[in-house]
Each structure stands twice: as C-alpha cells, then as structure tokens.
C-alpha cells in the first residue's frame, strides 16, 4: 500500500514491516529517507493538508497517527471497541476533519472526529453491518467519499455488494441510503469488490472485484446520481 502527499514530493508505502517515507523527485525517481516499525499496516493515507499520516493495521486492531516528517507516532487507537476490528482502509474528508475507517472483521464503519488545532482524533460514530438498516458492508473491504463529499461508498467483499451512506458535512455522521449487490437487479461485476473510487466530477463511480467461487474479477462503472438515492436490497 502506497501514498503520496498532495504536492507529490512524499511517498509513503506501508506493509509488514511498518511504514516508510521515500523523496520523490521532479522526475518521478524515489530516493529512500527513513523508516518506522509501527506494526503490519494496512493502509496508509496523508492528510489533505499534508499535516499528518494515517495508519490501519488489520492484525493489530488500531488507527495510528503519525508526523509524516519523521513517522514519530502522535496517537493510537485501538479495539474492537473503537470500530476497528480488522481495520482495512481509510478515507478522509477534504477538509481534513472527518476520517471514514473500515473494520473488515467487525463489519464496521467507523468515523472518527480530528480536532484541528491539537490534531487529536476522537470516535463519532460506528455503524455496524445488520443493524439500523445497514447492509452490504460484510468485510468491509474499500472506503471512498464521492468528490462532493456528500455520500460515503464502501465495499463489502463478503456482501458482495456496494453500501451507499449519506453524509452529514457538518458533524461527519453517516446515514445507511442505499446498497447495490451483485447479480440482482440487473447488477453485475461485483464478486467479492476490494476496491471502490470516484471521477472528480462525481459523475461516475468505478469499482474493483476480484472474483471467487469460478466467477472472474471485474471492474465496473456505475453512474453516481447527486439525488439522494432510495433504499434498494
């Protein structure tokens, strides 16, 4: 897993070994800098503003913040209680105040609240697969927010489906609205999805499955309507 800071000239890549910082320069090339041995990381993303960088570890349960200068560790979260039982992905808000975490093994999405000014985070919200209505997020396997900022899409690799979830920009929280599973009405592609994003001018949604069972991964493109969707199953 691999990011990179808004004006390219950071890439952080994450794995087994913790996480590393390479320099990035006019040409593409990447020169090592430094590393940290902060646990098997799942997914690593820098914050929009270039402050922070965050990091999942599906095997050890935690969000860890780190200073992206010297990935000193500023904070860790941890436990199932937390919504991060098998944390696996990572989105954030663009204006850097919301984090959108998966718990693959909880079937959760979890949101958590940065205080910009301390850079603290707290938890807002857990939504949990098969309560309050929400479905298709049975291992949760890709969280992205449209580029509006006014849904949260999650893949459910178990569900094989997608989860559509409205957002409230202002406190971060989210509303179960919609799921589209594969093979019913009408929909295909979407055998076990790892892998979900957004075209920058929200119009379409494309989403990556790797296939099981004797049916072949696929990539697939919905049209993201800006209405508010209805329920479907």
Known sequence: NLTASEDGSQVFTAGADGVARWQR??????????????????????????SLLYAVSASGDSLQVLNPTD????????????GLDGASDIALSSDDRFLYVTG??????????????????????TLNNGADGVRGVNEPSDVTLTADGAYVLVTGQASNAIS???RNAADG???????????????????????????QDNGHTF??????????GSLVTFNTDTALPEPTQ
């Open 25 to 50: 320069d006019t040409i593409g090339e990447l020169t090592f800098q430094d590393n940290a041995n902060v646990g098997n990381i799942s997914e690593v993303v820098v914050s929009n503003d270039g």
């Open 71 to 82: 990935l000193s560790v500023q904070q860790t979260i941890s436990g199932i209680n937390n």
């Open 104 to 125: 693959q093994d909880g079937n959760t999405v979890t949101v958590f609240e940065r205080d910009l000014t301390t850079n603290g985070l707290s938890r807002v919200q």
């Open 164 to 166: 559509v979830f409205d």
């Open 173 to 199: 929280t989210l509303i179960f609205v919609q799921v589209l599973r594969d093979n019913i009405s009408g929909v295909q592609g979407l055998r076990a999805p790892n892998a979900n994003d957004t075209a």
């Open 207 to 216: 989403v990556g499955s790797t296939g099981n069972s004797g049916e072949i």
